[in-house]
């Protein structure tokens, strides 16, 4: 069982920056793809992006991309989702995922990852 802790949200302004952290703990880490996802209020979660087990590995969904850059250290059980051009619409409760399939494409549906965190709250003003 992987427990999963996000930190790192916050109020910025349009424009600004943010770094997600999330903190793995009670599993092998690094035998996990991770995700990153988001939900704002009504909609439902929404894949942002993920990374392979060796952190070689990245994909994106359009509307972040260019903006955020997902990364992960196995050394410390972390995985990292940094946030530029931040904007009103990213407002949303920022998650993290772990996911034990060996495939890495079309891994983009919530229900396909087994952990979750239990978020973080990024507030973007305009």
């Known amino acids: 069982q992987v427990q999963l802790v996000e930190s790192g949200g916050g109020l910025v302004q349009a424009g600004g920056s943010l770094r997600l952290s999330c903190a793995a703990s009670g599993g092998p880490f690094s035998a996990y793809m991770m995700g990153w996802f988001r939900q704002a209020p009504g909609k439902e979660r929404d894949f942002l992006a993920k990374?392979?087990?060796?952190?070689?590995?990245?994909d994106y969904e359009d509307s972040v991309k260019g903006r955020f850059t997902i990364s992960r250290d196995n050394a410390k059980n972390m995985v990292y989702l940094q946030m530029n051009s931040l904007k009103p619409e990213d407002t949303a409760v920022y998650y993290c995922?772990?996911?034990?399939?060996?495939?890495?494409?079309?891994?983009?549906?919530?229900?396909?990852?087994?952990?979750w965190g239990q978020g973080t709250q990024v507030t973007v003003s305009s």
């Open positions: 995922a772990a996911d034990s399939s060996i495939s890495f494409w079309n891994r983009r549906r919530p229900s396909m990852y087994d952990y």
């Open positions: 990374i392979t087990r060796s952190g070689t590995s990245k």
